[in-house]
C-alpha cells in the first residue's frame, strides 16, 4: 500500500476558520501536539518499533505574561463656553433667544439719558416720501453702539414671485403679506435687540387704521418700543415721491390722501418731527432729542 510523501495540505477555508481563525500549519502538521489529547504519529517504516506511549505530553508550564497596558488616549476637552438658558448656539458664539423688548431703563437723576449709546427700539412713522428709510439709515450709521436698520417695505419685497402690491389694491392677500412682513421684522428686532443691537425700523402705519397699526409691532417687538412721527408738510413728500420710481413711486392723489390721513397723529399723543425744512443730519440729530425725552419719559400707546 503506498503512502502519501510530506505533510498533508491545511484544510481548506470556511467561514470561522483559516488564519483569522487560529489556524496553524504545526496544529496540523502530523506528530504536532494538539491541547487536551494523545500525541499523533506518522506511518512507522517497517522494521522499526515505536516505543510504548508513555501518557499523554502536558506542555511545560509558561510563566504568566503581564499584559502591556496601553497609554490613554489624549482626551481634547472642548473649550468651555457659556450657553444661556433656553439659548441657542452657532459655533462659539452664544445667543441669547429673542423676547419681547422691555422699557429702556432711565439713569437716575440728575443725568440725561443717552441716546446714542443706549440700547434701543425704535419704530420710525410717516407717510411715503416723508424720509424715513434715509434718516433711519443715518441715525443707524452714527451711533456709538451697534444699530441695524430695519425696513418694512424691503421686508415685504422678499416676495418676488406673486408679490401683492399694495398699490394695485388692498386686499386680503396684501395684508397677509404686510403682516407676515411686519411679523418677521420684529422677530428680526428682538433678535439683535437680546444680543446687543440696537433696532430702528421704519413703516407708515396710519392711526385710524387696526390692522396696519401701532397694536401689532408693540405686540412683535415688546412695549419697550418708541414710536417717532416723521411728518413734512404736503409739498415736501410730493416732491420726493417725484424722486422715486419703481413701485415705490405713488400717484400724486394716493400720496395726498396717506398724507392726509397721518395728519391723524396729531393729538396722539406720540412725538412728532416735523422736517419740513430739516436737512437729514439735522434730523436725525432732533431725533435723538426726542429719543431722550421718550427714554425718561416713555409715551403711553
Known amino acids: 500500500m503506498q503512502h502519501a510523501v510530506g505533510s ?3 484544510p481548506p477555508h470556511q467561514p470561522g476558520q483559516g488564519p483569522a481563525a487560529g489556524w496553524s500549519p504545526a496544529a496540523q502538521h502530523p506528530g504536532a501536539h494538539q491541547p487536551g489529547g494523545t500525541p499523533r504519529r ?3 517504516p517497517p522494521g522499526f ?3 510504548p506511549p508513555s501518557g499523554p505530553l502536558r506542555p511545560a ?3 504568566p505574561v503581564a499584559p502591556v497596558p496601553h497609554p490613554p488616549a489624549p482626551q481634547h476637552s ?3 463656553r457659556h450657553v444661556p438658558a433656553g439659548g441657542d448656539v452657532t459655533g462659539q458664539v452664544p445667543l441669547p433667544p429673542g423676547g419681547p423688548v422691555g422699557m429702556p431703563s432711565a439713569p437716575p437723576a440728575p443725568a440725561s439719558p443717552d ?5 434701543l427700539a425704535v419704530l420710525l412713522i410717516g407717510p411715503a416720501g416723508a424720509g424715513k428709510t434715509s434718516v433711519a439709515k443715518f441715525w443707524a450709521d452714527h451711533r456709538r453702539v451697534p444699530t441695524a436698520h430695519i425696513s ?3 421686508v415685504r419685497e422678499w416676495v418676488r414671485s406673486g408679490f401683492a402690491d399694495p398699490q394695485s389694491g388692498w386686499n386680503d392677500h396684501s395684508e397677509a403679506q404686510y403682516r407676515l412682513a411686519r411679523r418677521t421684522c420684529g422677530f428680526a428686532a428682538r433678535n439683535f435687540l437680546a444680543n446687543g443691537i440696537s433696532c430702528i425700523l421704519d413703516d407708515a ?3 385710524d387704521r387696526p390692522a396696519v397699526g401701532l397694536g401689532g409691532w408693540k405686540r412683535h417687538v415688546g412695549p419697550g418700543l418708541l414710536p417717532v412721527v416723521l411728518l413734512p408738510g404736503l409739498e415736501v413728500v410730493l416732491e420726493r415721491n417725484a424722486e422715486r420710481s419703481g413701485n415705490r413711486r405713488l400717484a400724486d392723489e394716493e400720496v395726498a390722501r396717506i398724507h392726509g390721513r397721518m395728519a391723524g397723529w396729531y393729538g396722539s399723543g406720540l412725538p412728532i418731527i416735523d422736517n419740513s425744512q430739516l436737512d437729514v443730519p439735522t434730523t436725525a440729530r432732533i431725533l435723538d432729542d426726542v429719543l431722550t425725552r421718550a427714554i425718561a419719559s416713555p409715551p403711553s400707546w
Open 8 to 10: 498533508p495540505l491545511p
Open 42 to 44: 506518522g506511518p512507522v
Open 49 to 51: 518499533t515505536a516505543p
Open 61 to 63: 508550564p509558561q510563566p
Open 78 to 80: 472642548p473649550p468651555p
Open 115 to 119: 441716546p446714542t449709546a443706549t440700547t
Open 152 to 154: 418694512l417695505d424691503d
Open 205 to 207: 402705519i396710519f392711526p
